[in-house]
């Protein structure tokens, strides 16, 4: 599927994957995140292959599901994950009042907008200290001054030694040092 | 121990708010046994003798019928992905997945079969035979429906396969199981039919969940 694929990522850098409809990016995202497997080459971790490194514990991974069950609430959706990614459990309140959903949080996540549903899936990043967050179109149906607000945690994150990959088909507003752009070509 | 309790009362409130996923097998299993005097006609004698197998057929689709939601959701809103992704303690969700269904189908059999002995003219000694049979069956109707239901996740129309595929895996259980309701409508002993029914659960409840786990990693990725 892939043709010569080669790229590294160093703490504190931002990997923008780009590239048509079905160039592959959430492939290669499943791929890197450890979902599928490749048929040639590998994926390391620290110089390490990815299923025999501490990799999975340092990976947050949000993919194009949003992974919010729609009969939960917002709050009750971060209680969920906190308690999955052995969090100290965080004041859910105030992460959700930072995204702008103060005073949804305990409406079922079905009767909120796909923007906000989107914002309740993207939560997960203001709890976690995971270092490398890989997401598939996080920008998706988010307006302007949640893009923004997601691009402010991406710097919070990079300065602290984090890493991101991430596909989207919107140029990043903000200006990000050490981003690199990886364009895939679609060929039959 | 955290993720079992996170997941169980996930499940829980997802019980709660919708309430057709168990309610539905259970108004199954009732119409079903209703269905059976209805259509035998008063003959006491032969409905308390097909009885126990009566009983065991519609418990078994009832749990297959509330089997395929178990992991659906999760996976089609990509909660399963993000879990396996992560590493996630993902057995400790999968035992609260089961935990949590059993306690939701398979339980409020249990507590309405007196009223089933008597809409099917079963003895009180019978009934405890039922109440025992389904006790320790029970549990082994959920592990493997969660199995077919782990297994079937990305088929598009998994109901059918998930019957076909667990429905013969059944078989061991309704003998043994009518088996030991008969015995105990005649007055015999059917501690023997317990002990392999409980021998078949423990057997089960230790490889099953694991085996799920693998199905549900299968589909992900």
């Known amino acids: 599927m892939f043709e010569a694929v080669n790229l590294q990522l160093a703490a504190g850098q931002l990997l923008q994957i780009g590239g048509k409809n079905g160039a592959g990016k959430s492939s290669l995202l499943r791929i890197l995140a450890g979902l599928a497997r490749p048929d040639e080459g590998a994926v390391l971790w620290q110089h390490q292959p990815i299923?025999?490194?501490?990799?999975?514990?340092?990976?947050?991974?949000?993919?194009?599901?949003?992974?919010?069950?729609?009969?939960?609430?917002?709050?009750?959706?971060?209680?969920?994950?906190?308690?999955?990614?052995?969090l100290q459990p965080a004041d859910g309140y105030r992460v959700l009042a930072t995204l702008g959903l103060a005073g949804l949080e305990d409406i079922p996540c079905q009767l909120l907008s796909a923007g906000q549903q989107r914002r309740v899936s993207l939560a997960r990043l203001w709890l976690t200290?995971?270092?490398?967050?890989?997401?598939?179109?996080?920008?998706?149906?988010?307006d302007q001054s949640a893009i923004v607000?997601?691009?402010?945690?991406?710097?919070?994150?990079?300065?602290?030694?984090?890493?991101?990959?991430?596909?989207?088909?919107?140029?990043?507003?903000?200006?990000?040092?050490?981003a690199q752009l990886l364009e895939l070509a679609y060929r039959w | 121990m955290v993720m079992f309790k996170a997941a169980f009362v996930r499940e829980w409130r997802l019980l709660a708010r919708q309430k057709a996923d168990w309610l539905n097998p259970l108004m199954f299993f009732l119409i079903v046994l209703t269905l059976f005097p209805l259509g035998i006609g008063a003959k006491p004698n032969l409905l308390a003798e097909i009885a126990p197998g009566i009983i065991w057929i519609a418990a078994l689709l009832s749990v297959l019928l509330g089997a395929e939601r178990l992991f659906k959701d999760d996976f089609r809103q990509g909660v399963l992905e993000q879990l396996v992704a992560a590493d996630e303690p993902m057995l400790f969700y999968v035992l609260a997945k089961i935990i949590s269904s059993w306690c939701s189908t398979a339980l409020p059999l249990l507590l309405i079969s007196p009223l089933i002995a008597l809409l099917l003219g079963l003895d009180a000694?019978?009934?405890?035979?039922?109440?025992?049979?389904?006790?320790?069956?029970?549990p082994l109707l959920n592990l493997l429906a969660a199995l077919g239901a782990a297994l079937t996740l990305s088929a598009d129309k998994g109901g059918i396969l998930l019957a076909l595929l667990i429905l013969p895996l059944y078989i061991p259980l309704l003998i043994f199981a009518s088996a030991a309701v008969d015995n105990a409508s005649l007055g015999l002993d059917y501690s023997g039919q317990l002990a392999v029914l409980s021998a078949m659960l423990c057997l089960a409840l230790a490889l099953v969940p694991l085996a799920v786990l693998k199905a549900l990693k299968l589909n992900v990725g």
Do not use: M, Y
């Open chain 1, 51 to 86: 299923d025999d490194s501490d990799f999975p514990q340092n990976l947050c991974f949000i993919g194009h599901l949003s992974g919010v069950q729609p009969q939960l609430t917002a709050l009750e959706h971060l209680e969920f994950w906190q308690a999955a990614f052995g």
């Open chain 1, 129 to 142: 200290q995971r270092l490398l967050w890989i997401l598939d179109e996080p920008f998706t149906a988010l």
């Open chain 1, 149 to 178: 607000l997601l691009q402010q945690k991406f710097t919070e994150h990079l300065s602290r030694g984090g890493a991101i990959i991430l596909t989207t088909h919107q140029p990043l507003t903000q200006h990000f040092p050490e």
């Open chain 2, 125 to 138: 000694t019978a009934w405890l035979a039922v109440l025992l049979t389904l006790l320790l069956g029970t």
